[in-house]
């Protein structure tokens, strides 16, 4: 059977592998508080933007094995605030698709998507969006967002938990309390397949320093 792993770094970093090809997505500098330095092998590095706690692609190595991308990546241009980029620039979507599944990475979105982009999104298996506020959309904008992309699985990112995360953003339970299908995973990585059950997915550590 088909599968992505998904793995959660800390912050809005994930590694997204298929048939052992892997993309490491928005990897952060240490100056994000509490968790862990990255040190991440891959064979592609995307970034949202330019902003330090997402496009800190000194923290990732080429694997030895070269091999073909299995991937197919599309891009949506967006913003990183509710202004068109006047106040923080912009941000891009990625979308990966391989073995019939599709997911999402959308970066330090800061505003609601259009019905355009929504369209451009298309059905997803798994969509990783961000919930903190501040800099990106809030947790219930991130929560409005998620009833309209209906994914199978919900991945929130960039927020704070105990110990770790920017003071000044939302803490994780603000959004998991407008969710009715929380699953705390206690492994580091999620295996996607087609039989995926509907779930917001939400790692019951982080990576910490």
């Known amino acids: 059977m088909s599968k992505i792993n998904i793995i959660w770094h800390g912050h809005a970093c994930f590694t997204a592998e298929y048939e052992g090809y ?5 990897p952060y500098d240490p100056t994000v508080p509490g968790y862990a330095p990255l040190c991440l092998s891959a064979h592609l590095t995307l970034c949202s933007h330019s902003h330090h706690d997402h496009n800190y ?5 080429m694997p030895l094995n070269e091999i073909s991308c299995p991937f197919k990546i599309e891009k949506i241009a967006c ?3 509710e202004k068109q980029g ?3 620039g912009e941000n891009i979507i990625h979308i990966l698709s391989a073995g019939g599944m599709r997911i999402a990475h ?6 609601l998507l259009d019905d355009e982009q929504i369209a451009k999104l298309g059905k997803l298996d ?22 309209r992309l209906d994914a199978k699985v919900v991945i929130p ?25 929380v699953c705390k995973l206690n492994e580091s990585t999620l ?16 990576p910490m320093k």
């Open 22 to 26: 892997r993309i490491a997505i928005d």
């Open 57 to 61: 692609a000194q923290a990732v190595c």
């Open 79 to 81: 913003y990183h605030d």
């Open 86 to 88: 006047a106040l923080r």
């Open 106 to 111: 959308l970066g330090d979105l800061g505003h």
């Open 126 to 147: 798994a969509v990783m969006l961000p919930v903190g506020g501040t800099y990106t959309i809030d947790p219930a904008q991130a929560n409005a967002l998620c009833q």
């Open 157 to 181: 990112m960039h927020y704070r938990g105990d110990g770790f995360g920017y003071d000044n953003i939302a803490h994780i339970d603000e959004f998991l309390c407008l969710r009715d299908d």
């Open 191 to 206: 295996s996607l397949t087609p039989d995926t059950p509907k779930m917001t997915a939400v790692w019951h550590e982080a």
